[in-house]
Nanobody, 124 residues
Framework: QVHLVESGGGLVQAGGSLRLSCAAS????????MAWYRQAPGEQRELVADISPGGRKNYADFVKGRFTISRDSAKNAVYLQMNSLKPEDTAVYYCNVDYRSDSGTYYGGLFGSWGQGTQVTVSS
């Protein structure tokens, strides 16, 4: 069982920065891809960025050049540095990890582990 705890959300003015953190705890698993999603009111949840175990990064077009995802695999942690924030970045941000249990079962995507979400609000 993987338990995720997020932190770092808050209220910031447009053009400002925030850094989100997500740490995984538990035992009996190996984490593979780590990702950040977001969901604005009335909208579907969407991928913001993900990072592979080898460090390959993938970004949604709407955050390219502004957000940076990173991970510390030794700590089972993933981070999202958000710069040049815009009001349209306002959303609840969720950490998500894919993982493989020690028994070999793979849990990915919707069936991976999700954090509780952290609110990011960008004022104009």
């Amino acid at each position: 069982q993987v338990h995720l705890v997020e932190s770092g959300g808050g209220l910031v003015q447009a053009g400002g920065s925030l850094r989100l953190s997500c740490a995984a705890s538990g035992s009996g698993f190996s984490i593979t891809t780590m990702a950040w999603y977001r969901q604005a009111p009335g909208e579907q949840r969407e991928l913001v960025a993900d990072i592979s175990p080898g460090g390959r990064k993938n970004y949604a077009d709407f955050v390219k050049g502004r957000f940076t995802i990173s991970r510390d695999s030794a700590k089972n942690a993933v981070y999202l540095q958000m710069n040049s924030l815009k009001p349209e970045d306002t959303a609840v941000y969720y950490c998500n990890v894919d993982y493989r249990s020690d028994s070999g079962t793979y849990y990915g995507g919707l069936f991976g582990s999700w954090g509780q979400g952290t609110q990011v609000t960008v004022s104009s």
